[in-house]
């Protein structure tokens, strides 16, 4: 009892050395002025990102790419940040945010209504649509309306996944984990076609390993708003957010983010790209 009476005091004792020797050891401390880039030690943040979207968000080794990786990286260099990339697959996007693993998710992220009720967005700061990707000899799928007798695969807590059975009542869908398990079962003859959205699709048609054995349809049947995924009810954070964002399209590095990471998949960002992003708290650019 004693011997636990002392050593939970020691902690407390040693947890007080520790934040004062924290404090001290801030560069500028409290009183240095000149905002969030105005200098400072850097906050080191972790961020979701996609992992094994080639064009959006990939990891190589320790080498990470895509359109969504150069808006997580301005947004950290806006904000002061040092950003640690964490995967974010589409299922644990919400989760990841809502038990602060993460400080904000830049993974081909679609603002939803039902999303909304756990987490906040940023943006939209994309528009993309969901199409199909099919081995590149078959010509029997032409679209959503030839899926009958199709096996068809995507992701787990993907708004394709919840749309295409929307749009194809009792489609036979098989869901996995990521991406890269669709495309690998595409090839391997175990599904007929994978669907997401076009952006991430016309990636994996182009990526060497692939390359003349799939084939984006090129049917877009949704409309997916991309957003910053953050935690819910932080207002501060969403509007220095969106704040970049606005710089990032308005400064004119997104044209180049498109140029760089979708030019070589040939992709081009269909009508009302780049979009406004809307004011933190405001409802629109939601869709499903
Ligand atoms: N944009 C869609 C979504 O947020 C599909 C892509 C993804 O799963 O990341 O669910």
Known sequence: MKLGR?????????????????????????SGGGGATGGGAAEAVKVGIKFDQP?????????YSGFDVDLANYIAKELNYT???????SSQRETLLKTGQVKYIVGTYSITDARKKDVD?????????????????????????????????????STSAVNVQKKVPGVNLQEYNTYTLCVDALKAKNVDALTTDNTILAGYAAQAANKGQLKVVGQTFSTENYGVGLPKG??????????AVNKWISSGEWQKAVEKNLGPSGFKPGAGNPPKPAACGASSGATG
């Open 55 to 63: 064009g959006m968000g990939l990891k190589e080794g320790s080498t």
């Open 234 to 243: 932080d207002t501060a954070l969403c509007q220095k957010v969106t704040d």
């Open 121 to 157: 967005f940023a943006g939209p700061y994309f528009i993309a649509g969901q199409d199909l990707l099919i081995r590149a000899d078959d010509a029997s799928i032409t679209g959503p309306d030839s899926l009958a007798g199709k096996k068809l695969c995507s992701v787990k807590g």
């Open 83 to 89: 950003p640690t990339f964490v995967e974010a697959v």
């Open 6 to 30: 002392i050593s939970a005091a020691t902690v407390v004792a040693l947890a007080a050395i520790g934040l004062a020797a924290c404090g001290s050891g801030t560069p500028g401390g409290s």
